[in-house]
């Protein structure tokens, strides 16, 4: 999540950018594959890279049919629009990204409500939660329509059966289901289950390529035919239709096979990362998959990470340390050095 605001930046050298997972570069070989990738226009679903992307996704998650976006914000965006018509209603976290950080564009855009509910601690919404909000046939009310869930949560990954509960309130209820899985693999890492296993109970998945699998740009909706072919006129009602994507959707294919299954690295990194911030007693720290968090204690002058070839964002209230792949050996070395030294 690009929303964290940063520290200044380090005047020499980064020995490594704990910002966030977006901040990854494209590889040697993802470089050599974007080179070589044979394209086509995509607006014309002539791209054959984009289309190998596509069935890929919709294959490895058990559904038919699937669509590339440039942003996990318009990937969502476009499953809102999707789902729902003017006057009807998203019920979703108050936390989670598609009430909190994606501008209300289903809002402003689709005249989408957004309807906020309260997080659990696990990243989770409370079924009872979920059922209080659905509206009854009433014409004072909008028509509670799509059911948006999110995992991970703030780098926590929702178990399944938390996860299943909320599902069943949603289908009881009438309503379709959204998953915003811009996390979706660290997710299916840190649970021990299968692709299918997370997206199997949802309607429409969203899945971002450029945050912990490290491609430069993009995210993938997958879902139903028909409801992808809607989102793929919404993409290009909202500019989002590209035209030689393949160069994009090469980067995308060589993350699903090469970065995807290194993701367990970066969770061990980000634990090992948590103890030793435990160790130096440095304030309160929590972590889960690629993340930790450091709430500060009274008088530590965090800004000084810098001066240590640090980037990171400023604690509000607390710092997020994301792990990733351009974090290297010597990189995590140097981060845990530079925590010691401003202990």
Request: aromatic share 4%.
């Amino acid at each position: 999540m690009s929303h964290y605001t940063a520290i200044a930046a380090p005047t020499g050298p980064i020995l490594a950018d704990l910002r966030s997972d977006t901040v990854t570069q494209p590889c040697s070989g993802m470089r050599d594959a974007m080179a070589r990738a044979e394209v086509g226009d995509d607006v014309y679903g002539d791209d054959p890279n984009v289309n190998r992307l596509e069935a890929t996704l919709a294959e490895r998650l058990g559904k038919e049919a699937a669509l590339f976006a440039p942003s996990g914000t318009q990937s969502n965006l476009l499953a809102m629009l999707a789902h729902c018509g003017r006057g009807e209603e998203v019920i979703a976290g108050e936390a989670y990204h598609v009430i909190r950080y994606e501008a209300a564009g289903a809002s402003v855009l689709g005249g989408v409500a957004l309807h906020a509910l309260p997080v659990a601690e696990d990243g989770a919404l409370e079924a009872d939660d979920i059922t209080a909000a659905i509206k009854e046939d009433d014409s004072h009310h909008p028509i509670s329509r799509l059911l948006s869930l999110e995992n991970t949560h703030y780098g926590r990954a929702v178990p399944l059966p938390r996860m299943q509960a909320t599902v069943e309130a949603g289908r009881a209820g009438g309503l379709s289901l959204h998953l915003d899985g811009a996390r979706f693999f660290n997710a299916i890492t840190a649970l021990g289950c299968s692709e299918t296993d997370l997206a199997g109970p949802f309607d429409t998945v969203s899945i971002c390529l450029s945050k912990g699998l490290g491609a430069p740009v993009g995210s993938v909706l997958v879902g139903p035919a028909d409801l992808i072919a809607r989102a793929r006129r919404m993409r290009k009602m909202l500019g989002g239709g590209m035209r030689q994507a393949g160069v994009l959707a090469a980067a995308g294919l060589y993350a699903l096979e090469h970065n995807a299954p290194r993701l367990a690295e970066d969770h061990a990194r980000a634990e090992a990362l948590a103890a030793h911030l435990r160790g130096l007693g440095l304030g309160d720290v929590t972590q889960a998959t690629n993340m930790v968090f450091l709430t500060p204690r009274d008088g530590l002058d965090l800004g000084s990470l810098a001066d240590h070839g640090l980037r990171v964002s400023a604690p509000e209230p607390a710092m997020r340390l994301v792990m990733h792949r351009d974090i290297d050996d010597a990189g995590f070395t140097a981060l845990k050095e530079a925590f010691a030294a401003i202990a």
